[in-house]
């Protein structure tokens, strides 16, 4: 049975993509968004020029800044950066959506402090609701220009899993599903830090030997933290996984390499993200995977060269140094 009236909280450029996507599936979409002059203007010239500049907006976009007009859809996507989405999950808990709607997380972040995962906050904020995750390797830009693209959705539910599949599926866009919401997740999630170090690399110019050891010494970081943390190793060497970790270091559209390289390049962290309209959820995980991996006791080189370049108290060759030099150990 398909869904019938799809929400997206998050008026971001994923959220634009996500609705794009829908719409090549003819499945109209309410997008609602925090910032009512931003929704005034987007839906007055049918352009997100904020987020997605370039991209004509279909006509099944609808746009509201008012949260209880989501209360009939039977399908909600929360696209909102991390930061925010304890507050808009338990704001929209407030409304009269059905016990039976799903709620599809598409954030990559983990909650600092609580080390919670973004489908568990909804959870928590929605007991009762089926809630599921998307991630992979997947920038807005290229999603909106129907360029093949292929994801993971997860939910513990096999009827959720497959009715999402059928929802998402088109003919530029290939949802694969898997039952490992937690290793989906902090795939995604943590990829983010790693693009950011692979950002520094490129900045300081080290070249192409650097980049291939940083990007496979984070993939071993990332499963080791990740399966500690209840990923399943598999899921980390999939599209959520090392397919997330290839397109974010590697793209030019990525916004965490972006700030990385800025950063390599001498810049100072408050003046990048002053300087950016649009969300590094590089820079939040990197303080909540350090927190999570000291609670575990897992060993996290390059997290936490990461975290000392971002608080200031390393400089970026001195990171790069500090890795380089470690102590010697097998691979
Ligand atoms: N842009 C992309 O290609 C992809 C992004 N993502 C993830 O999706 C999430 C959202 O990212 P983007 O859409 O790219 O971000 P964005 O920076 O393009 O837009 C964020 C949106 O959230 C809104 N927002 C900011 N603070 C808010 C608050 N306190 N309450 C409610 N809304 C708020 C902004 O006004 C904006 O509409 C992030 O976790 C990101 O990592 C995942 C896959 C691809
Ligand atoms: O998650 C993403 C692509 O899969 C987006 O990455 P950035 O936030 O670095 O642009």
Redesign the pocket.
């Known amino acids: 049975m398909s869904f019938r009236h799809v929400g997206i909280i998050g008026a971001g450029s994923?959220g634009t993509a996500l609705a794009a996507v829908l719409d090549a599936n003819r499945l109209p979409t309410l997008i609602w968004g925090h910032d009512a002059e931003h929704i005034a203007r987007v839906t007055a010239t049918h352009e997100n020029s904020t987020y997605l500049p370039g991209y004509r907006l279909p006509d099944s976009f609808h746009f509201t800044t008012a949260l209880d007009d989501l209360a009939e859809c039977d399908l909600v996507l929360l696209v909102t950066p991390s930061k925010a989405v304890r507050e808009v999950a338990a704001r929209l808990s407030t409304t009269a959506l059905s016990p039976e709607a799903v709620l599809l997380s598409c954030t990559?972040g983990v909650e600092r402090g609580s080390g919670l995962r973004m489908s568990e906050i909804i959870a928590e904020c929605f007991p009762h609701n089926p809630v599921a995750v998307l991630?992979?390797?997947?920038?807005?830009e290229e999603v909106v220009q129907k360029m093949p693209t292929a994801i993971v959705l997860g939910c513990a539910r096999e009827d959720i899993r497959t009715r999402l599949q059928q929802t998402f599926a088109t003919s530029f866009f290939r949802p694969y599903t898997s039952e490992d919401v937690a290793g989906i997740e902090l795939g995604?999630a943590l990829?983010?830090i790693f693009?950011l170090a692979a950002g520094v690399s490129d900045g300081l110019g080290l070249g192409d030997n650097s980049k291939a050891a940083l990007i496979t010494r984070s993939l071993a970081e990332l499963i080791r933290l990740g399966v500690a943390l209840g990923g399943k190793r598999e899921t980390f060497q999939g599209l959520s996984g090392i397919g997330?970790l290839m397109?974010?270091c590697f793209?030019r559209?990525?916004?965490?390499?972006?700030v990385g390289e800025r950063l390599g390049k001498g810049e100072r962290l408050a003046d990048i993200v002053a300087s950016m309209n649009?969300?590094?959820?590089?820079v939040p995980t990197t303080y909540s995977a350090f927190e999570c991996a000291r609670r575990f006791g897992i060993e996290t080189p390059i997290i936490d060269q990461m975290r000392a370049l971002l608080d200031g108290t390393s400089a970026p060759r001195e990171v790069a140094l500090n890795l380089i030099t470690r102590e010697p150990k097998a691979e």
């Open positions: 994923w990559k991630s992979g390797p997947s920038h807005a995604g990829k983010n693009a997330d397109v974010t793209s559209h990525s916004r965490n390499r972006a649009m969300i590094a959820e590089g």
